[in-house]
């Protein structure tokens, strides 16, 4: 009796004060769009749902089924059932059926009017609500005006099976006093105290609220409530959350008459507005008054929270309690799973800034978490690790593979530890996998969902590598079953020697003559690199000019066997090699000419030294005049000198020789005839030599064996090989000019007939042959010619005599 009195004063108080601020009037927190067409191209429920994460409850049955949600306006629409009908159609919606799961309710009587602005804002809550939460059943509650509205809120929380409320409508606290305001947030401590959780529209006129000083809306300062500011949404094309930053008409501040709460964070010593938020600057598509229009501002952030908490219910199954403790606790302990991060966005005075803000309070939800998160469900996590690892889960050690049930939600802090086993071997963390994915040895994360969390161990044995670049050592460990590519350098050059591969041996095993091996590691294992050491060599020139070289032979080590080679360099002046200890050095000649001289290196052999001394020679040029016996100036084709130790093959007429020093002409070959030359020069300040070789004029007389001279015959003499071919004249004499003085042979063709001659000598020689017939025919013919003279002599003398006579 003395409940149902206080509620009769209180009506009445309320009432009063209704009356009071009905000539201020309620502000509605929504602007209008106009839309020209019958479709919609702002925001749709699909976006809505995709965005802000609500389509898994969905898939898990939780769609507000068994809830009821209350909105409270006044006026109402009376074109509700057809308005909520084509929304429903348009998007696929189940449809809102009135007395069924949509109950409309006039407790104090019918509306006397039907303002637009009203129609508006109970079609924009009615189909958000039904949006999000499909499966709900929804309750308008309309006042006859918005004189009653403060009524009607507290018939709703007495009168109406509800655990939610929705509020977009309120006024400035400067409308109010310390004692109208007290009197009618009574109503929302009773609603508190009834576990029922009402959610109320901040304001669309930012910081200041209309006016010139700082101000918040009634009932959104109520402590009683939890008051929706605004955000701006962004998506992507398929949907999906982009980012949202505060809404610059997003009502919010402190209030003048409440304190801070003790659930609010202690930045404030007054209640500050909103407590979270959504989406408010980005248009929706609703359909009212028999047209499509794009609605927008807290009125559409209040009744989409109001769904939300209905999906909460539903999945807590029951009543979670007055949601804004739990809110405020949930953002401390997982806030980034449950909430959008706003960090940008003002509203005139305050600044969305990554952490509470009098813009958009803890933020926008991110649905399926936060659901989950006030539900405590629990999930189990298999941590998976097959090689037994050392790992720990907040703190406590595991050693093998374990499943636990964590609540949803919870903060899970994941360390993964290496360890050496035996010195030579250790497991070696590598990565998660599954639901967590990363390379970090400790990694937290937010209980989200049952699954697998693969903690990777890899199992790494020791590889000792012994002087593997001919000095250092090396260990590595190397991943099991892994290849291993045992690899070196074939030769190593230190500052005094070279080192020369000749293999490696695993474990002291076989040596292996490779520069590069790949072995599969399946155990700790050794290498051990052998080394042929070749020391340096350097060879310095006594004397000489710049640009100089010399042909060097050695012998060196073969990489990757226990052989030697032998190698041959063109080495200048300060010039290396790297050789076996016990090589000799062999310096070969190599003739250069430099400005008008040649230079010589002088042949020799060397011992093993680390430094070794080269002498050249300085050679001039000199002009030869090659002379015949008979001081005839000739040419031979070829010719050896020998000067110092050089010995060389000429076929110029000049040579290279040093000064003041003797050189030995050999072996010329002249007219293809090599001759027998020995003949030693001494060279001066002049610039030619004259050398007589061993080459005269021969002549031969050809007579038959009566001494009768041969004419016209052929005659060949021939040279070790070569030929020379004269004829004779009318005294049966040939001469053969300038030919090499060696023995020769003869042939003599004549009278049809040829004659041969064998080793002759000398410079002139005759030679008598056979004329045969021929002889006799001359012998004959002579006679008769003498005959023939004697008998004209004859008769010549007798015709002398014959005149003496007469």
């Known amino acids: 009796m003395k409940k149902l009195s206080l509620l009769i004063v209180l009506a009445i108080f309320l009432f009063s004060i209704s009356i009071a601020h009905a000539s201020k009037g309620v502000n509605l927190n929504f602007q209008e769009i106009p839309l020209q067409s019958q479709t919609c191209s702002y925001l ?32 109402g629409d009376k074109n509700i059932q057809q308005d909520v009908n084509t929304f429903d159609s348009q998007y696929g919606l189940s449809p809102l059926t009135n007395g069924s799961n949509l109950i409309v309710e006039q407790p104090f009587g019918s509306p006397s009017s039907d303002p637009q602005n009203w129609t508006y804002e109970t079609d924009l809550d009615v189909e958000v609500v039904h949006s999000i939460a499909p499966g709900a059943k929804i309750y308008l509650i309309v006042a006859p005006n918005d004189s009653w509205l403060f009524e009607t809120v507290n018939y709703t929380i007495n009168n109406v099976p509800v655990d939610t409320i929705s509020l977009s409508w309120g006024s400035s606290e400067l409308d109010y006093n310390q004692q109208s305001i007290d009197y009618a ?115 559409a952030a209040a009744p989409s929270w109001a769904a939300v908490d209905s999906l909460i219910n539903q999945n807590v199954k029951g009543d979670e309690g007055y949601l804004d403790n739990h809110l405020y ?80 939600g919870e903060k899970v802090t994941l360390t993964a530890y290496s360890q050496n086993i035996n010195g030579n071997s250790k497991k070696v963390f590598n990565s998660y996998s599954g639901i967590v994915n990363s390379d970090n040895r400790t990694v937290s994360f937010f209980v989200n969902m049952s699954g697998t969390v693969n903690v990777n161990f890899s199992l790494y044995y020791l590889i000792n590598e012994y002087s593997y670049n001919g000095v250092d050592n090396s260990s590595k460990y190397i991943e099991n079953g892994s290849t291993f590519t045992i690899s070196a350098q074939k030769l190593e050059n230190y500052s005094n020697y070279q080192d020369v591969l000749i293999g490696f041996d695993i474990d002291n095993g076989t040596l292996l003559q490779h520069s590069d091996y790949s072995i599969e590691v399946l155990s700790p294992f050794n290498v051990s690199f052998l080394w042929n050491k070749d020391p340096k060599v350097t060879f310095n020139f006594v004397n000489g000019t710049a640009g100089l070289y010399t042909n060097v032979s050695y012998y060196t080590h073969i990489p990757l066997s226990k052989k030697i080679k032998e190698e041959h360099t063109l080495l200048k002046d300060g010039g290396y090699i790297y050789s076996t200890n016990n090589s000799n050095f062999y310096i070969s000649e190599v003739p250069q000419v430099i400005n008008d001289n040649r230079y010589v290196s002088i042949n020799l052999t060397k011992s093993f030294e680390s430094r070794i001394n080269i002498n050249f020679v300085k050679e001039y040029n000199y002009t030869l005049n090659f002379l015949s016996k008979q001081n005839n100036t000739i040419k031979p084709s070829s010719f050896y000198i020998s000067s110092e130790n050089l010995t060389e093959k000429y076929k110029s007429d000049y040579v290279w020789a040093a000064k003041n020093t003797q050189i030995l002409i050999q072996n010329a070959s002249y007219d293809g005839i090599n001759l027998d030359v020995n003949e030693t020069l001494q060279t001066d300040s002049q610039n030619y030599l004259n050398v007589t070789l061993p080459v005269s004029n021969i002549k031969l007389k050809i007579l038959t064996i009566l001494g009768i001279p041969v004419v016209g015959a052929s005659v060949s003499i021939k040279i070790d090989n070569v030929s020379f071919v004269n004829s004779t004249n009318i005294f049966g ?44 025919y001359i012998i004959v013919g002579i006679i008769i010619l003498i005959l023939a003279v004697l008998l004209v002599i004859e008769r010549i003398r007798r015709r002398k005599n014959g005149r003496k006579h007469k």
């Open 185 to 299: 947030n009574q109503i929302f401590q009773y609603a508190q105290s009834q576990g029922i959780n009402v959610f109320v529209a901040s304001g669309d006129s930012g910081a200041y609220n209309g006016y010139n000083t700082l101000n918040v809306n009634f009932p959104a300062s109520s402590p009683n409530v939890i008051a929706v500011g605004g955000t701006t949404l962004s998506i992507y094309s398929n949907s999906s959350y982009e980012s949202e930053v505060g809404w610059n008409g997003s009502g919010g501040g402190q209030s003048q008459f409440f304190s801070r709460p003790a659930f609010q964070p202690d930045i404030s010593s007054s209640r500050m507005v909103p407590d979270v938020s959504f989406n408010a600057g980005t248009p929706l598509c609703v359909y009212s008054d028999l047209n499509w229009v794009g609605l927008y501002g807290t009125s």
């Open 733 to 776: 004499g040939v001469t053969f000019l300038n030919v090499p003085q060696k023995l020769y042979n003869a042939t003599i063709t004549a009278y049809n007939s040829k004659f041969s001659f064998h080793n002759l000598n000398g410079l002139s020689n005759t030679l008598s042959i056979t004329a045969g017939l021929y002889e006799l």
């Open 329 to 408: 606790s949930l953002y401390t302990r997982a806030g980034s799973l449950a909430f959008h991060n706003i960090t940008s966005g003002c509203n005139g005075a305050y600044c969305a800034d990554g952490e509470y803000n009098e813009v958009t309070g803890l933020g926008s939800p991110n649905v399926y978490p936060l659901v989950e998160l006030l539900s405590n469900t629990t999930n189990e996590i298999y941590f998976s690790d097959p090689v037994n690892g050392i790992f720990s889960i907040n703190g406590k050690n595991y050693t093998s593979s374990v499943a636990l049930k964590l609540t949803f």
């Open 44 to 75: 749709s429920p699909q976006n809505i749902r995709t965005a802000y994460d609500v389509l898994p409850l969905y898939n898990d049955g939780v769609n507000g089924s068994g809830q009821s949600v209350a909105i409270v306006v006044a006026y």
